[in-house]
C-alpha cells in the first residue's frame, strides 16, 4: 500500500517544470481542484494515519491524496 499524492513542493515539480518551460512548480497546480501544491506536511499526514491505529484496516489499496481530482 503506498500513498499517491499529487504535485507537491519538492525537487520533482521544480524539475518537471523547468522540462515543460513552465515558469513555476505552481502551474502544474491549476490542474488540480483547490488549485495549489501539496505542502510536504501534508504528505506526511496522510502517511501517519495511514501507519497510525486509523489505518490498520487499509490493505492492498493506493490512497490518492487528490483533494477532489477523482471524486
Known amino acids: 500500500m503506498r500513498p499517491t499524492p499529487p504535485p507537491r513542493r519538492s525537487a520533482l515539480p521544480d524539475e518537471s517544470a523547468r522540462l515543460y518551460g513552465l515558469d513555476t512548480p505552481e502551474a502544474f497546480a491549476v490542474q488540480e ?3 495549489r501544491m501539496l505542502e510536504p506536511r ?3 499526514a496522510m502517511i501517519a494515519w495511514l501507519a497510525g491505529p486509523p489505518g490498520s484496516d487499509v490493505t492492498g ?3 490518492a491524496g487528490r ?5
Do not use: K, M, T
Open 42 to 44: 501534508e504528505v506526511a
Open 61 to 63: 489499496a493506493a490512497l
Open 33 to 35: 481542484p483547490l488549485e
Open 67 to 71: 483533494r477532489g481530482l477523482s471524486v
